[in-house]
């Protein structure tokens, strides 16, 4: 076993949901030689072709990660396992931060074929490829931003990519949409945190009314514009949101969160010119922070 590749106890732990073999392609050799594979690249941002011979051919595990990533085989994955922390009781529910970061795109994540116009219907790319390509334009160059929740134990639990110029408050809504644990004993999965925290960006009156219709307790401080706006109004601006300073100490829960899944290389500078293909190397980076004890 290779430095950083799965213990027997995460394997264990994994193997029970991957695909069924069978379908395209041949049969693999060993499963767990190609997870590896997967995982030693997303940890270290390696080019495919320089991926140690030990894991076998390069294009193989390139393969299988690009299709996991299509068909959204990694997002089922943590939902599972998502599922087997919970009913362990791994999952801290009582505190579900909310940020985003920034990552750098290299040069090899620009230049992805765009779709030509009147081709053939066979012809046409799948559903799963975006014309942004989840790829912004700042000063700083070509970035993409991750949007995530996570939980209490600095682990995510949901995550959305989009260009780098997005804002924050407009995405709210939906990671906290994409938060899903099944419940492997019967009953329907479980989507909503017993609270949330955000900082001052996820701060508007439609964040709030999301919140309250979805019965979420919240501390997202208001911004110094928007307390002046409100008492501009008197009454008519509503009332005060109550602000618990000590529940938003927990705030940086969620910012060891970012940084632990920014430790894998894949993930900190994005290499992958297709968002999908990027979006599974967030998910699998973020599964393997599950497995881990």
């Known amino acids: 076993m290779g430095r950083g590749d799965l213990t027997n106890r995460e394997w264990s732990l994994l193997e029970p949901h991957l695909p069924p073999l069978g379908g395209r392609g041949g ?21 495919w072709r ?3 011979e030990r894991y076998g051919s390069w294009k193989t595990i390139y393969e299988r990660h690009r299709r996991w990533s299509a068909d959204g085989t990694w997002d089922r994955i943590l939902h599972v396992v998502l599922a087997d922390a919970d009913l362990a009781g791994r999952i801290d529910w009582s505190m579900v931060g909310i940020d985003s970061t920034s990552c750098r795109a290299h040069q090899h994540a620009a230049g992805a074929r765009k779709a030509r116009p009147r081709i053939p219907k066979k012809a046409r790319p799948p559903r799963h490829h975006r014309p942004d390509e989840g790829l912004g334009r700042s000063r700083g160059g070509l970035t ?8 209490g134990g600095c682990r995510p639990m949901s995550l959305l990519l989009t260009p780098g110029q997005w804002g924050d408050a407009p995405q709210l809504a939906e990671v906290l949409d994409r938060i899903l644990v099944p419940r492997p004993l019967g009953g329907r999965p479980r989507t909503r945190p017993d609270h949330v925290s955000g900082d001052k960006a996820y701060s508007s009156r439609r964040n709030r009314r999301y919140l309250r219709r979805r019965h979420i307790r919240h501390t997202i401080p208001e911004s110094r514009d928007q307390r002046a706006n409100r008492r501009r109004k008197g009454r008519a ?29 894949a993930v900190a500078t994005r290499y992958d010119k297709r968002a999908y293909v990027f979006h599974g190397t967030v998910t699998a980076a973020a599964v393997r922070l599950w497995l881990r004890p």
Not at 30 to 38: A, E, K, S, T, Y
Request: zero cysteines; glycine letters at 10%; a positive charge.
């Open 27 to 47: 049969r693999w050799n060993d499963r767990r030689v190609v997870v590896n594979g997967i995982l030693f690249r997303v940890r270290t941002g390696v080019p």
């Open 50 to 52: 320089d991926l140690p």
């Open 237 to 265: 601006g509503g009332r005060p949101t109550g602000f618990d300073r000590e529940r938003y100490r927990r705030r940086n829960e969620v910012e060891r969160t970012i940084n632990r899944l920014k430790n894998s290389r």
């Open 144 to 151: 993409s931003k991750i949007h995530l929740a996570g939980e």
